[in-house]
């Protein structure tokens, strides 16, 4: 089965195109003989070099490469599309240069849904809907979202699959050895891994670093990440100057670290196999994707979250520890809680593992194979008829 991927992809860094190359390689391996085709979606911005499998460029704010990229489709071999929605990557008032682009493809359809406003503008709702008129099927991450899309949008529910955000098939382990190898041997690490943005939250977990120190003394917090692209040519290195200060103010320099760069896949794991509790202190409620609280979970660590729809289902109370937004004394309390109980924390790591293991890429990969011939199967009855 030939498929064509839309989205953003790698070098670009963003989420979508992390996702988005993740999944295709494990498609990949799965559907060897036809080897995944990307149609990748260009910020304007920076000029990128991209690998092989990137067949088609289409520029975010140019009309005319969207209908260019559609015409390619439908003159490809290609049996299938699958794309990958998210306001931001696409031109056009709310992104909408996505609907005449799908308007002229002749080909199913399969929308994945990075994000899904809770209190939409009305045109944010018209797009969404007319995106999933014009899908076969419409893929999300979480439960949770499938009854927003129903009460919120009107999506005919038939349309909406569920599967779950992929991660890599980490192995289940103690940190000491990969710890060494950071040269944080001894310390009590808590990690966050983000392309760094207000809405994470990060100041948050710092303010609780100064109540943390006094029952963890050999504590330390690693920030990890670029600041985000688009964030940055706004404003700027102001974000990550502000958390800079307040880690000085607070007096807490030996304690939080700023890893100023874009990790690698290989990198990340390293990081997330020596933490011993992750957290994503994010102050969106509404959102519903985070490929980093995956990936921590998958790899069975410890997780402190704040409550987003996202967080509300993959990290619960026997899988971790939820935490009111903006409170960083209920982060210090679930950060000593997990230091300080031993076998609370074997449980909970033990649990996100097991539900992490549903989650590895060659699982999440079969479903989508598997959604792609279901679709592709009700497309050839439909047009037989």
């Given amino acids: 089965m030939r498929v064509i991927y839309v989205g953003s992809y790698i070098p670009r860094k963003c989420g979508i195109a992390t996702f988005t190359k993740d999944l295709t390689n494990a ?26 499998e990137v067949k088609f460029r289409i520029n975010q704010d140019d009309l005319k490469t969207y209908i260019a990229a559609a015409e390619y489709i439908n003159n490809s071999s290609a049996e299938v599309v699958c794309f990958q929605h998210e306001f931001g990557i696409f031109g056009g008032k709310n992104g909408e240069y996505a609907i005449p682009f799908l308007e002229q493809i002749r080909k199913p359809i399969v929308t994945t849904f990075h994000s899904v406003p809770d209190e939409p503008l009305e045109s944010q709702k018209e797009i969404i809907r007319r995106i999933c008129s014009l899908s076969a099927a419409c893929v999300v991450m979480i439960n949770n979202i499938v009854e927003r899309l129903i009460s ?3 999506v005919d529910k038939k349309k909406l699959v569920v599967i779950p955000h992929g991660v890599p098939d980490i192995p289940f382990g103690a940190t000491e050895h990969f710890k060494k190898q950071l040269k944080l041997s001894g310390k009590f690490i808590l990690t966050s891994i983000n392309l760094l943005s207000p809405n994470k939250g990060i100041e948050i977990a710092i303010e609780a670093v100064p109540k943390v120190v006094k029952e963890i003394p050999n504590f ?8 985000h692209p688009v964030v940055k040519r706004k ?5 990550r100057k502000e958390l800079e200060k307040r880690v000085k103010s607070l007096k807490v320099k030996n304690q939080v670290k700023f890893i100023n760069r874009y990790l690698t896949l290989e990198e990340l794991i390293s990081y997330l196999r020596a933490a011993d509790v992750y957290i994503t202190p994010y102050t969106d409620p509404g959102q519903v994707a985070s490929g980093t609280l995956s990936y921590a979970v998958g790899a069975g660590k410890a997780c402190i979250s704040t409550p987003y729809l996202y967080a509300q289902e ?18 210090a309390k679930a950060i000593v809680k997990v230091f300080s109980q031993p076998r609370f924390r074997s449980q909970v790591e033990r649990k996100a593992y097991d539900y992490g293991r549903l989650m590895i890429w060659p699982s999440v990969a079969l479903q989508y194979l598997d959604l792609f011939k279901l679709v592709l199967q009700k497309a050839k009855i439909y047009t037989s008829r």
């Fill in 314 to 331: 993959v990290v619960d109370g026997d899988r971790g520890i939820l935490v009111p937004f903006r409170n960083s004394g209920s982060v």
């Fill in 27 to 52: 498609i990949n391996v799965l559907n060897p003989y036809n080897l995944t085709e990307i149609m990748a979606i260009n910020d304007n911005t920076s000029a990128y070099d991209y690998p092989w």
């Fill in 152 to 154: 919120t949008y009107g």
């Fill in 235 to 239: 404003f700027n290195e102001e974000y």
């Fill in 220 to 227: 330390i917090y690693l920030v990890i990440g670029e600041t």
